[in-house]
């Protein structure tokens, strides 16, 4: 049997936005019965067919890296980097400033000096992630329900994250105890799977790579729509894993 290729998906935001119980959605199709706060990085594991349905259907592995959002971990994060195949930025629909957040989360990632408070506030150029050899990225709101209520009571007004539109990513709102969130053929459920097609089709599939200048890796020539597995360095076949308890 042959092995099943994999790729690695960075879930980035502020502790306490909802990324453990999103990551389990994702991964089981059913809501996490008591998460608890992630120290360090957790990892799930997704199956996903690419391309469902076509001549090009291939199985993969999809590696959800639950980032914590502590500021504590701050000078830590970096190891939990590299490679990053794909990234899903999460805010709290009822907390403004983890959508502001987001900003420091995508600099930081990139390897900016997401410590300077000026960059809180500087927009993201959609030109740097437009390109055919940029990493993937899907803006997620959670707590769904809860801004819904608020909003019946003239409490709030959602406001779709601006990051999404700077980057030309889509975004999707979710509740995260409520598996009918991702429930097949929603449009939620369509976003997601076309993010995760994405992330392999520039993984695998595609003449340039999906890294930016600071973490390309070296082109490969592609002789058909194989993945292209048998060349690849040896750090990029088996991701580390990293559990801080």
Sequence with gaps: MAAIEKVKVV???DSGVGKTSLTHLIAHNKPILSPGWTVGC?????????????QAQNTFF???????GSNGHR??????YQPTHGIILVHDLTNRKSQVNLQKWLAEILNQDSSNP????????????LGSTQIPILVIGTKYDAAEEKQRKNQYRRLASS??????ADEIFVTCHQARSLAPGSTNSVKLTRFFDKVIERRYYSRVSPFSDKRRIPPYIMATSTPLSNNRPSQYMSPRFYHMD
């Excluded at 997704?46 to 076509?54: A, P, R």
């Excluded at 000078?75 to 939990?80: K, P």
């Excluded at 990051?163 to 030309?168: H, K, L, N, P, T």
């Design 62 to 68: 999809v590696e959800l890296w639950d980032v914590g």
């Design 11 to 13: 879930v980035l935001g």
């Design 42 to 54: 957790s990892v799930e594991v997704k199956l996903h067919k690419y391309k469902e349905g076509t």
């Design 163 to 168: 990051i999404a539109e700077q980057c030309g």
């Design 75 to 80: 000078n830590t994060r970096d190891v939990f």
């Design 118 to 129: 000026t960059l809180q506030h500087v927009d993201v150029d959609p030109e740097q992630f």
